[in-house]
């Protein structure tokens, strides 16, 4: 199956910035969709952003413009630049991918989450 392995999380002051990564341990018939998610502390889990194989992009409203996500294509890897962060940013950060694995068989993977921590 896919893996989706994330790095980059980590303590950082407000208005700091940090960057993710998340790559794809195996290459898939076709990743549509790769993205990341958030679960703050006695929350649902919320997107964040996505960006799917033609580069288009979807952000929450509350990371619009201080959140940037790309992609790799050749090397299955989705990345997340977050500036000017905030106290309310602080969350477990998830990876995901739309995945074909198989023709016509489409699947939703997920990291198992990198902690973002904002604070002074």
Known sequence: QVQLV??????????????LSCAASESAFRIYTMGW?????GKQRALVA????GGNENYANSVK??????????????YLQMNSLKP?????YYCYAHVETYRSIWSDYWGRGTQVTVSS
């Open 6 to 19: 994330e790095s980059g999380g980590g303590l950082v002051q407000p208005g700091g910035s940090l960057t």
């Open 37 to 41: 998610y958030r679960q703050a502390p």
């Open 50 to 53: 996505t960006i799917n194989s």
């Open 65 to 78: 413009g201080r959140f940037t996500i790309s992609r790799d294509n050749a090397k299955d890897t989705v």
């Open 88 to 92: 309310e940013d602080t969350a477990v």
